[in-house]
């Protein structure tokens, strides 16, 4: 598809006077910004595989703008990585950083843009140095692996509005026009009051590593993170969040409380779980199921669904509404790829003075998550008021080990391969 990206400023805000209300949240799509030719200086923290997405991505992103991009300096765990990332981008080896701390001296150095795509466990303690060095920030999804870190970066989020800081999240699903139409669509009532819904990420497996002769329990993790929930969260937290961040969005808040239960079935290290199945109370008498799996040769699918009392809706598919034709949705043209037009969104937001700043519907989508994960674990109903105000709830101050912190200071004990967590006893 080779559409025009650019949507006419004139044409923007006269679809925006149209809309209404839930316009206020709406980033300034394609709107080319002002300083064409512009040079945006960028640091990458992870350089794996969607860290070098990412910087794809908003090369791409700057070339749809007429900016430019230069990868000023990259920083990963691994040297080697970190090297192959610094080469294909002519990064000079004294702006390679590298181990658990190297993100310290990447911070340091005079570059406008940081990409944050490390595993999940590091991302609050590399967001809280950003906003300190005044970067403006993409942020990979999720941002925590517990109430500690979800809380932490929703705090964080507020210091980054004070500062005037970007912080665009990698839920690309908020930037792509069939979701930004449909929530539109569903915030101005064409399917009545959502009632219910499902929303799923069923697969297959994803990779994992073994260790290897000798290894230190810290590489072990860092290699093998999608197996750990300490480093990732467990599935529904790393994949199944995107699902229920789409799910948060449409329906305007977060939910009340969770149930659910889930197990293993296949996997060979780590610690997580394989599937999962969770009620979410949102409240109002609105429940939505949730359910994830990651094993090979079952059924497969990733969606979105919701019941209104006026029609239906799949995230950003198919819509039933007799009202739609009414309403005035604007025309949301955003590139083909959502995770470009997260990059095309966070350079607007930028050169224009307007700030995008997604780290609480982030945090409150990975503490949705969260949420549910523990109730699987522990087989037991957890609020949203557990996680978030009672401090006496026993998962209030849930923070699991080993944390970034214990990372920096060499202090990593990893958890026992093929141990997980036993419903009712957890
Ligand atoms: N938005 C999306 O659709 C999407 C898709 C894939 C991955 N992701 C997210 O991106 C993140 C990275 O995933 P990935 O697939 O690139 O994983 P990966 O394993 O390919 O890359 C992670 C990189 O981070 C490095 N790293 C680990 N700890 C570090 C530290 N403390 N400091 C510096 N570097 C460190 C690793 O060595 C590795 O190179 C995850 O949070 C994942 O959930 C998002």
Known sequence: MNQPL????????????????????????NVRAEGAGRKFKIGLVGCGGRGNGAVENIIEAAKTLGYEIEVYTVCDFFPDRANDTAKKYNVPAERIFTGPKGYHDLMAQPFDIVLLATPPVFRATHLEAAINAGK?????????????GARKVMALGEIAKQKGLSVVAGTQRRHMSGYLRNQFAVANGAIGKIVGGTVSWCGGALWFKR??????????????????????????????????????????RPPKSAVGFGGRARRQTGDQFDFFSVDFNYGDDVHIHSMCRQVNGTYGGVSEFFNGTEGTTFGGGKMSSTK??????????????????????LLNSIVSGQPLNGARTVAESTLTAIMGRISCYTGQLVSWADLTTNTGSPWYNLSLSPSAADFESGNVVAPKDNVWPVPGEA
């Open 324 to 345: 739609l034709a009414s309403l005035n949705v604007p025309e949301f043209k955003t590139h083909e790829n959502g995770q470009v037009q997260e990059h095309i969104d």
């Open 6 to 29: 650019i949507m006419p400023r004139r044409n923007f805000l006269k679809n925006v006077a149209l809309a209404g209300a839930a316009v206020s949240a709406l980033p300034l799509f």
């Open 211 to 252: 260790r290897n002769e000798g290894e230190s329990d810290a590489s072990y993790l860092v290699r093998n993170w999608t197996s750990f929930a300490e480093m990732s969260g467990d599935h529904i937290v790393e994949q199944h969040v995107h699902n229920l961040d789409v799910t948060n969005w449409f329906l305007g």
């Open 136 to 148: 403006q920030i993409f942020i990979e999804k999720p941002v925590a692996v517990d109430p500690v």
